[in-house]
C-alpha cells in the first residue's frame, strides 16, 4: 500500500422500504475497510426513490443525473412503494440511469456460499459458482412497441428488442475477459432456433470474438435449457453471457438457487470510463419487512465489495467478501427474523472481523 | 360406458432418437386403455422428423399437413439429430404444425408425483401441482424481425413480438375455465412494467375476462420474480397463464422442479375444431442415448393420457395416470439405466396396472 490515500467518491441512493437499512450496514463494512486498506471513501447522500417521487414527482431528473455523474460510483439501496403504479420507477429511473450511464453490463455472481441453505437439495458450493453477464441497455428494454385498435377486439401489440453490434459485443467482450480470468468456458445463452435475427447476431459476436480469446473453451445453450440445467448442473456454467431479458429471469433463478435475494449482489457497469457504475442488492424494496431491522444485509455487502473492486480496491473487496462469506458459514442455517439476527448486527458483525483481519 | 365403440383417429409420429422408444411404450399402454374403457384408436403412422427430412428433403409439406388434419389428435415422439442446422425443424416443423392447426394453447402440467426425485430440497407433492397454460402461436414466435448493416461494426438487429388480443384471449378463457375447474387462483406471468405494449394488452384481457369468472382469484407476477418463486414455494401457483416466450422459458424449469424431462407431460390445443392437437413428452430426442432403451417413458404415456382426456375418453386418461403414477411410486429413488429400469418393461407395467385396474 502506498501512503497517499485514494480518495472514492460515491453517490448513496439508500432508496425506499429495506433499502436504506442495508445501506446503513454497507455503510459500516465500508468505514472499517477505508481505515484498514488506506482509503478514504467521500459519501454523497442522494435522495431519490418512490418515497422521493411520491413527495416531488422527482424521477431520473438532469440535475439528478449530473451529480450522479460527478462521482466514480453509486452505492444503491433498493426502490419501491406500493403506491407508486408498477414500472413508473422501473422505466423512469433505474432505465434510465443504466441508459444515460451507459451501463452496458449487468454482473450477477451466482455463488453458492458456505453454510447457506440452498433450496437446491445436496448441492454444494464447489458445484455452485458462476457469474452471469447480462447485456444491461438494449434488448426488450429499449421501450420500444406500439399498439393498434387499442381496446378492440382486434388490437395488435407489437413489442420491439433491439440489439447493436456495438451493444452486444462490448458485453461479450466483457464476458470472454471474465472467462479469461476465470479459467472458465464462456457460454452464450439464448433462443437463436426461434429468435432468429437477434440469435445471429450474438452468436456471431461471439464467434467473431472468439478468436481473440483463443484459451476459453466456447458453448451455448438456449434459454430454456439453462433454466432446466441451472437447478441440476450448475457446475455446466462458469460464465453465462446473456440478453437483456434472458439475463433478468435467469439472474433471478440464479438467486434462488444460491439461497435467496438476501445474499445476491450485482453490478450495473458502465465499460467506458463516460459514467459512474451503480452497485445493488438484488433484492427489492421489501415493504412488508421495512422497518423491522430484519433485512439481510449480506447482498448489499457483497455489492458494496464488488464497488471497491471496482475501484481498484482489490484487497478490501476481498477482506470484505471473505468476512460476508465466514459470518454467513457461522449463521445457523435457519437465521431470520426470530434468531437473533438483525440487519445493523451483522452489519457490525462484518465489520468487526473487517478490521481485525479474522477470516 | 355405451356399447357403441367411440373411434378416435390418431396420428403417430415417432419421430427420432428415444422418440420411437417412448411411443412404442405408449401404444401398448393406450392398446391396453382401448379394451377395458370402449373405445378405439385407429392409429396412423407418419414418417417425419430430422432422419426423414434428412432423407427427403420434407418438413411440414402440405401433404402431411392434410393428411394430419384428418386426423382427431396427433401422437408426437420427438424431433432432433444433431445431423439438421438448429432452428430448421422447429421453425420448420414444430412452429409450422402449431401455427396450421391454430394449437393455441400449450398446456403444461407442473405435478411432483409421489416418489419421483425432484431436485427441490424438502419439496413434496402437495406443494407442487400447478398447471401452465403457455400462448403457443404468437409472441416472439412469430418469426418477424430483421437486421440492417449485416456483419459490420453498426449492425442493428431488431426482433419483434407480436400478440393480437384475439389469440391472448382465447388463451386466457381457456385458463380461467381451468383456474374454475381446479378451483384455483389464476396468475397471469410477464413482465408488464419493461414489455408495456404487450404486457398491457395481457394484463387488460385478464382483467376483461375476470368479470365473467367471478370465482377465480386473479394474480400477477414478473416472469423473473416468478423464476424465484417456481423453486421456492411453487405452492404460490395453481393455474399460470403467459407468453410463448416466457412460457418455453418457465415449463423447462417447471420440468426440472417436478423430477425432470422423463416425467413431464405437454398438450398443443387447438381450441377451435379447426385441427388436431398434438400431445408429446416435453424432452427431446436425446440422441445420446437413443437406441439403449432406457429413456423413461413416463412423460410419453402421461401425454397420451393426456390425448385421451381431450378426446373425451376421461376414464382412460384417470386409469392411465394413475397407473403411470403408482409405477412411479414403485420405482427405486435412483431408477436409471444400471437399476434393472427399461422403456419397454416400464411401458408393459403401465399397461398391466391399467388392465388390471389395480391402481
Ligand atoms: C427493476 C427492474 C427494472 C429490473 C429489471 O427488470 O432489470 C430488475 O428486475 C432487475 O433485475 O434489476
Ligand atoms: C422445439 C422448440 C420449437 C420448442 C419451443 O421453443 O417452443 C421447445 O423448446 C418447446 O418448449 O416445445
Not at 426488450?140 to 413489442?159: K, N
Request: net charge negative; aromatic share 6%.
Amino acid at each position: 500500500m502506498t501512503s497517499t490515500t485514494r480518495v472514492h467518491r460515491l453517490a448513496v441512493i439508500r432508496g425506499d422500504g429495506i433499502g436504506p437499512e442495508v445501506i446503513d450496514a454497507s455503510l459500516e463494512v465500508l468505514a472499517a475497510a477505508e481505515s484498514l486498506f488506506g482509503f478514504r471513501a467521500e459519501l454523497t447522500e442522494i435522495s431519490a426513490g418512490a418515497r422521493h417521487y411520491l413527495a416531488t414527482g422527482e424521477l431520473f431528473t438532469p440535475a439528478l443525473q449530473a451529480q450522479l455523474r460527478d462521482h466514480d460510483a453509486i452505492l444503491f439501496g433498493a426502490m419501491g412503494d406500493p403506491a407508486v403504479a408498477p414500472g413508473v420507477l422501473e422505466r423512469g429511473f433505474i432505465l434510465e440511469m443504466r441508459r444515460s450511464f451507459a451501463q452496458a453490463v449487468n454482473l450477477r455472481p451466482v455463488k453458492l456460499y458456505p453454510g447457506v441453505t440452498t433450496p437446491i437439495a445436496g448441492l454444494t458450493p464447489e458445484r455452485c459458482d458462476l457469474v452471469i453477464v447480462r447485456e444491461n441497455t438494449e434488448g426488450s428494454y429499449v421501450g420500444r412497441g406500439s399498439t393498434v385498435h387499442v381496446g378492440t377486439p382486434h388490437a395488435v401489440a407489437v413489442q420491439e428488442s433491439v440489439n447493436t453490434r456495438m451493444g452486444v459485443e462490448r458485453v461479450v467482450e466483457f464476458a470472454f475477459r471474465l472467462a479469461e480470468r476465470r479459467g472458465g468456458t464462456l457460454t452464450l445463452c439464448h433462443k437463436k432456433n426461434i429468435l432468429v435475427e437477434a440469435g445471429t447476431l450474438w452468436q456471431s459476436t461471439v464467434d467473431d470474438l472468439s478468436a481473440r480469446f483463443p484459451t476459453v473453451p466456447v458453448d451455448y445453450v438456449h434459454v430454456d435449457a439453462l433454466c432446466f440445467y441451472l437447478p441440476t448442473t450448475p457446475e455446466r456454467f462458469n460464465v453465462v453471457v446473456t440478453d437483456n431479458l434472458f439475463g433478468d429471469i435467469i439472474t433471478d433463478l440464479g438467486a434462488a438457487i444460491q439461497g435467496g435475494l438476501g445474499v445476491a449482489a450485482s453490478a450495473n457497469l458502465n465499460l467506458d470510463g463516460c459514467g459512474p457504475s451503480m452497485f445493488e442488492a438484488i433484492h427489492g424494496s421489501a415493504p412488508d419487512i421495512a422497518g423491522r431491522g430484519w433485512a439481510n444485509p449480506i447482498g448489499a455487502v457483497l455489492s458494496t465489495a464488488m464497488c471497491l473492486a471496482h475501484l481498484g480496491e482489490i484487497d478490501a473487496a476481498r477482506a470484505i467478501e471473505a468476512a460476508a462469506v465466514h459470518l454467513l458459514a457461522q449463521l445457523p442455517a435457519t437465521a431470520g427474523p426470530r434468531m437473533g439476527f438483525s440487519t445493523a448486527h451483522l452489519g457490525r458483525e462484518i465489520a468487526g472481523l473487517v478490521t481485525s483481519g479474522a477470516p
